[in-house]
């Protein structure tokens, strides 16, 4: 079994995240264009906007959460997909929302 690379995907917006997967998009029976999130090389999991924590304080809420910065996602793929993607876009959080298992 090859193993699998994990990453964290960031970019500025939706359509950065489209123009730097291409090999993950695809169109469906209707000809709308849509994320290809799994085949034999990868999983795509496409988080989107991140906000941060709100503040609650006696079950209220006194502060908002926050829109984070960019456009999210994660893929478990082999090393061939992996080198497809730029190393711009790969981050490191120190607090993963979402984690692979």
């Not at 169109?27 to 991140?50: C, F, P, Q, R």
Request: with cysteine.
């Amino acid at each position: 079994m090859t193993d699998l690379i994990t990453l964290s995907l960031r970019t500025t917006n939706e359509q950065d995240m489209i123009d730097a997967l291409p090999f993950a998009r695809g169109v469906d029976e209707d000809g709308t264009a849509m994320w290809k999130i799994s085949s034999h090389e990868y999983n795509l999991n496409i988080i989107g906007d991140l906000y941060g924590d709100a503040t609650v304080l006696d079950g209220v809420v006194t502060v908002e959460p926050v829109k984070l910065f960019g456009y999210h996602a994660n893929i478990k793929c082999t090393q061939e997909i992996a080198d497809l993607i730029l190393e711009s876009i790969t981050v490191s959080p120190n607090n993963p929302k979402i984690v692979w298992f």
